[in-house]
Structure formats: C-alpha cells, structure tokens
C-alpha cells in the first residue's frame, strides 16, 4: 500500500506494482480508499477487503472494489470488482471484472464483464501480510482532513435560516 497525496487516495500494491497499472485502460479510475467521500463509507469498504461486509451493497458479501470511478465512487460510472477469499493463512483475489457504465442513473448496477487477459486470473496473499498492509492503508486514511456530511437541512434552507429570512 502506498499513499498518494495528489489524489488523497491509498493504492493498492501487488508485487510493488499499483493495481492500477496491472488492469488495461483505467488510468482515470482510483481504488476505493479515497478521502475524497465520506469517511465511514470508505471505512466500510476497507473492511470489505477483509471480508466483513456489514451493509448492504450492490455487490456480493464475497466481492470488492479494486478500481472506481475518481469523482463519486460508483462502480456505475464503470469500475473493477473481484471475488475475495480469506482463509486461516491466504487471502485471495480472482475472477476480476469491468462493472459496465449505467445507462441511467436509477438502473441496477448491471452486471460485471470479463477483465482482458493482462490482470493476472487469481492472485494470493499471505494473510498476516495482507492484513498488515491493510492496517497500514487504515493508519492512512485516519490522519488529515476528510469530506464533511452535508447539513441534514438543505443548504438552500438553512442559509435562509442563517440570513433570517425563514422561520427557525
């Protein structure tokens, strides 16, 4: 794992190679350990790495993101998954897929399409490594700044409500 500052983001490493690089024609995307979106959303996706997945999701307990879109996070806006394992000693990454851009916003996410050749079929960690290294990405991601939750009042409304001109 490594930290990269100009997109505030932690990236996943494979043999020292970001994943990022091992996936064809997502030099656009970022992995989901982002500051950019709401800290407890990103922590639940980490978590995921894991294998705990405690909300729901459009994807399956047994999936992770690896690449999303670097604006909202959606896998909608065409991302990549793959299938987790964790065992006692490994944890595994296979089967990873292209989930296919929305043609509406309000559709299922649709479903994933086969990655090219060029990511390996299935890669293995050691698991005390992994979790290592995931611990790592949480040290990470738990200092500086992160995106603050709207007002549960609509911005519209409460700086009417500021400047006096509606009813508290």
């Known amino acids: ?18 994943v990022l690089e091992l996936i064809p024609d997502v030099a656009d995307r970022i992995t989901p350990l982002a500051k950019r979106w709401l800290r407890e959303p990103v922590l ?3 978590a995921a790495f894991l294998g705990q ?9 047994d999936q992770i993101e690896l690449a999303v879109c670097p604006q909202c996070g959606d896998l909608g806006c065409g991302g990549v998954i793959a299938r987790l394992t964790v065992t006692d000693t490994e944890v595994v990454w296979e ?7 929305r043609e509406n916003e309000f559709d299922e996410l649709p479903a994933p399409e086969p990655l090219a050749q060029a990511f390996p ?12 290294a995931l611990s790592s990405a949480l ?23 500021l400047l006096g001109f509606a009813r508290q």
């Open 139 to 161: 040290e990470m991601l738990a200092t500086g700044p992160w995106c603050v939750p709207p007002p549960s009042e609509s911005w519209n409304r409460r700086l009417r409500r």
């Open 53 to 61: 997945r405690e909300n729901a999701s459009p994807l399956g307990p």
């Open 1 to 18: 794992m490594r930290w990269v500052e100009e997109e505030a983001y932690v990236d996943l490493l494979v043999d020292g190679k970001s």
């Open 95 to 101: 089967d990873v897929q292209w989930t296919l851009d």
């Open 44 to 46: 639940e996706r980490a």
């Open 121 to 132: 079929a299935r890669i293995v960690f050691d698991r005390k490594q992994y979790e290592a």
